[in-house]
C-alpha cells in the first residue's frame, strides 16, 4: 500500500484536529475537523461521534453551507461544503420520540483559501464512476467498468480502494481495505468481483487514490484521493 494511502487512513483514523469555540456544550460528544479549521473552496470533512449516543440518533445541522453524512451513518464522518468566509456553526441533535434535543454546537471558522494555478487546473477535472460522482448507488456500482475522466483527459493510473469500517469501540475505527491498481481507470476482473458484492447495509466506502489524469500532450496531473459513498 502505497504511503499516501497509508498517510490518508492515519488521517481519518487519528489526527482529526481542529479549532472552534464552544456555544453548548456536552462533553461526551465530540466535534472535530480535519486541518485547522474550514475552507470556503473545496470539501471539508469533519466527524461527530460520542460513547453515550447511538450514531442513528445523533442528527447535524449547520448555519451554512451543505452537509452530508458519507459513511452512512456508521462513524459519522460528514463533508461540509458551499460554505462562505466567517464562521459557521455545526449543531449536534439527539433524536426522541418528541423531536430532537439540542446535545453541543461549536463555532469553527471558515476561511478563504488561495488556489495554485496547478490546483485551479486540477479542480476543472471530473472522475466519474459509470457517470456519479461523490454517491453512487450500489446497482450500479456492481456493474461498473471503469473510472472515467471529462475529455479531452483521460484516466493514466487510480488506485481504487474498497473498505469496509468496523467499530470496535467508539470512536476507535478498523479498516479492512482492498486495494485494486487501475491502469487507464479500467477494472480488471478481480475489481469488478469486489464490486459486485457491494451492498449499502454491508458499511462499504469507496476511496480513489494515486489519480494521474493525463492531457492530449502527455502532461500528467495528480489529483488527490476522492470519496465515493455508497447509496
Known sequence: MSSKI??????????????????????????????????????????AYSPMYSMNTLVI?????????????????????????????????????????????????????TLTESENLIS?????????????????????????VNPPFKIKYATLIVYKIKVKSNPHLVYDPKVFPLETGKFDDNTKKMLAQIKPENDFMILLSDIQ??????????????FFKII
Open 6 to 47: 497509508v498517510l490518508l487512513f492515519f488521517f481519518l483514523t487519528i489526527c482529526f484536529k481542529g479549532f472552534s469555540q464552544t456555544e453548548k456544550n456536552d462533553s461526551s460528544l465530540f466535534i472535530q475537523v480535519l486541518d485547522s479549521g474550514f475552507y470556503a473552496k473545496g470539501p471539508n470533512v469533519f466527524a
Open 61 to 113: 445541522k449547520t448555519s451554512q453551507g451543505i452537509v452530508e453524512n458519507i459513511d452512512n451513518n456508521v462513524n459519522n464522518f460528514f463533508s461540509l461544503t458551499n460554505l462562505n468566509v466567517g464562521k459557521v456553526i455545526i449543531s449536534a441533535y439527539s433524536r426522541v420520540d418528541t423531536g430532537l434535543i439540542l446535545i453541543k454546537e461549536q463555532v469553527f471558522n471558515v476561511t478563504e483559501r
Open 124 to 148: 476543472k477535472f471530473k472522475i466519474t464512476i459509470s457517470n456519479f460522482t461523490d454517491s453512487i448507488p450500489s446497482y450500479i456500482l456492481n456493474n461498473a467498468t471503469k473510472v472515467e
Open 213 to 226: 489524469v493525463i492531457d492530449s500532450e502527455g502532461k500528467v496531473y495528480e489529483l488527490d484521493p476522492i
